[in-house]
């Protein structure tokens, strides 16, 4: 098979390369360029091109550089920004994946005749009894990226490989020592590439949308404290709002962004009955019933019944426990209840009434 090879730089994209070339298929290694802006953390600095580059050397790869960069601001920074401005808590990555990686590369990819797309997740995709396609968690706990691909469909999957998801990351790391990759010992991406680790949220932000003075009141109203910025806020946030020390841990539980309020209350008032998700997508057609949800990339998955909503575009999500409030904007991803494969997923948007 002919498969372009997306490489950020990083040892997992490495060895994916190292895998195929042993594996016999024709590999060209692609870097994405998708931020222009000051860059010290994630996946996107000239040192990580640089890296890429030099592995695609060394496993005897072409290498490509494409510039995706304006997709990168439509699809990523923008709605990044606007989120933030309207007191949601948006996943980038997620968003880079959905419109960058696996649409505008892969159809970069088919259209250049390649018959697949391969990257250095830790997924796995596997086949069901009746031939469909299944998106599966990878082999290493720790490491299992399959709740930032949930998003794939079956057309998506068909043209997706994910070389290294069959293995832990000890091993990863051992074959490219073995195979003497540069990048063996290259510490892993954990932070949003276009936010620096020295400026953080509050300095992006800053540039490009005016911070608003926010209110901090309890569950009755009453004002307790006052937040700098109340597009920083965000629902489950304990420090940095405002509040003076000694007194009964508080919470944030909601963010109005249009009053300029924050609302803050104890632990208990976290809890949720479920979550309204909206723009779900399927792996292999809509599901409804018992399943497991997991609501961040490394989060406990709970169990939960997926109901239908009056709004066709939403799904309703039931927890059999109550849980702590999810923020708006965030993936909801549904597994079965092995707690092997991604059914699907979507956008938190509110909580659901009892």
Same mark, same amino acid.
Request: glycine fraction near 12%; proline fraction near 5%; charge should be negative.
């Given at each position: ?6 490489? $950020? ?10 895998? =195929? ?46 510039? #995706? ?32 990686? #696996? ?18 997740? *830790? ?10 396609? &299944?998106? +599966? ?8 990226? $399959? ?10 999957? @068909? ?9 832990? /990351? ?31 949220? &509050?300095? #992006? =932000?800053?540039?490009?949308?005016? #911070?608003?003075?926010? &209110? ?14 109340? +597009? ?16 009964? /841990? ?28 909206? $723009? ?9 019933? +018992?399943?497991?949800?997991?609501? $961040? @990339?490394?989060? &406990? ?18 927890? *059999? ?34």
């Amino acid at each position: 098979m002919r498969v372009m090879l997306a490489m $950020s730089g990083g040892v997992d994209s490495s060895v994916a390369g190292a895998l =195929l070339r042993a594996d016999g298929h024709e590999v060209v290694g692609v870097t994405m360029r998708l931020w222009g802006g000051e860059s010290d953390t994630g996946c996107c600095s000239v040192s990580d091109v640089d890296d890429a580059r030099r592995v695609a050397q060394q496993l005897d790869i072409d290498h490509l550089v494409f510039n #995706f960069g304006d997709d990168f601001d439509t699809h990523v920074v923008e709605p990044y920004v606007q989120a933030h401005a309207g007191g949601i808590t948006p996943n980038p990555c997620i968003e880079c994946n959905r419109h960058v990686k #696996f649409d505008r590369l892969a159809e970069r990819a088919r259209l250049l005749g390649f018959d697949a797309v391969a990257t250095g997740h *830790h997924a796995r995709i596997g086949r069901d009894a009746a031939g469909a396609f &299944t998106l +599966e968690r990878g082999a290493d706990p720790a490491k299992d990226q $399959s709740y930032v691909v949930h998003m794939l469909d079956q057309e998506q999957l @068909a043209r997706t490989m994910f070389p290294v998801g069959h293995l832990d /990351k000890s091993q990863v790391r051992r074959l490219a020592g073995e195979l003497g990759l540069r990048t063996a010992h290259k510490p892993d991406s954990q932070d949003v590439c276009f936010i620096t680790s020295t400026g953080g949220r &509050t300095e #992006f =932000l800053g540039r490009r949308i005016p #911070f608003r003075r926010g &209110t901090v009141v309890d569950l009755d109203g009453h004002t307790v404290g006052e937040v700098a910025a109340v +597009e920083m806020v965000t629902v489950g946030q304990r420090r940095g709002i405002g509040l003076p020390g000694g007194g009964p /841990k508080r919470y944030v539980v909601d963010v109005d962004v249009e009053r300029a309020t924050v609302v803050v209350g104890a632990d208990a008032d976290l809890l949720d009955h479920g979550i309204v998700v909206a $723009s779900p997508t399927w792996v292999h057609g809509p599901i409804e019933g +018992e399943v497991l949800v997991q609501c $961040s @990339a490394h989060g &406990t998955p709970v169990g939960a019944v997926v109901e239908p909503d009056a709004d066709p575009g939403r799904i309703a999500v039931r927890w *059999h426990e109550p849980q702590r409030r999810v923020a708006r904007g965030q993936s909801v991803v549904l597994y079965d209840l092995a707690d092997r494969c991604v059914l699907g997923g979507g956008l938190a948007v509110d909580a659901l009434a009892p």
